[in-house]
């Protein structure tokens, strides 16, 4: 199944062709939105709400979406908020552009695919991590 990517601001916009050349036929990544075409300038809160129905986050800004991600689990945990996220997966910034592009291909393709709604998954040291 296809998934829809919402990128993350601090994300090149760039990244998009990348990820294209991974997946020419779409059978991974079906649409991609990046925050400066609704979003720029937003909170990384309101882009994970905004991302939230229908798109899998992908940020280069961890500490935050750590931070984020771990108080949305919080009231989720106490029946507090219902409303679900469709993931995220964080990699360091100083990931070249191609690079970063391969490594969120290559998660995305994994059989099986690891859960993503409701998790997060930071790329550290060749190897994706879930998050607390």
């Not at 993350?8 to 990244?15: G, L, M």
């Not at 800004?61 to 219902?82: C, E, G």
Request: glycine residues 2%.
């Amino acid at each position: 199944m296809a998934l829809n990517l919402y990128l993350d601001e601090c994300v090149p916009p760039s990244i998009e062709a990348y990820l294209r050349i991974h997946d020419p036929l779409q059978r991974y990544i079906n649409r991609i939105q990046h925050a400066s075409q609704t979003a720029r300038g937003a909170s990384d809160a309101y882009q994970l709400k905004l991302a939230s129905n229908s798109h899998v986050l992908v940020t280069v800004n961890i500490k935050d979406f750590v931070w984020l991600h771990r108080q949305w689990r919080t009231p989720h945990a106490w029946s507090i908020l219902h409303e679900t996220h469709k993931g995220i997966l964080a990699a360091p910034a100083v990931i070249p552009i191609d690079e970063l592009a391969r490594v969120i291909y290559d998660f995305l393709k994994q059989n099986p695919l690891p859960v993503l709604e409701n998790n997060m998954y930071t790329y550290k040291g060749k190897k994706w991590q879930s998050e607390p």
